[in-house]
């Protein structure tokens, strides 16, 4: 399963452009089939510490580094498996369907 992350939405303080709140995207793709999770995460931070960085110098992938980091590495690994399973199950579904229709003489 391929797995892309993005950057939907970035929430700040105006006054000092600290980035208190962010929606990020996965977007997830099994095979010819996808699917995608929205969420936000609140951030914590600080202008005043030393690796404080501009709102102006920010990048999406320092910002997704913070949602990640957010987030967390088994949690990341939880919501790839329900919606690698969950795509799997379409495929096969997909693949060897519950039920057909039709009318047989129009099938030749």
């Not at 990020?24 to 996808?34: P, R, S, V, W």
């Not at 110098?57 to 590495?73: K, R, S």
């Not at 997909?94 to 047989?104: V, W």
């Amino acid at each position: 399963m391929e797995t892309t992350w993005q950057i939907a939405e970035i929430k700040r303080i105006p006054s000092n452009g600290l980035v208190i709140e962010v929606t990020y995207i996965m977007n997830f793709k099994l095979q010819d089939e996808t699917d995608r999770k929205v969420g936000k995460v609140t951030l914590v931070g600080d202008v005043n510490d030393p690796n404080f960085i501009p709102y102006d110098d920010l990048t999406e992938q320092i910002i997704l580094n913070w949602v990640q980091n957010e987030i967390g590495a088994s949690a990341i690994t939880s919501i790839e498996t329900e919606f690698q399973t969950r795509l799997q199950e379409k495929i096969d579904r997909k693949n060897n369907p519950p039920f057909l229709t039709g009318i047989p003489w129009e099938n030749n």
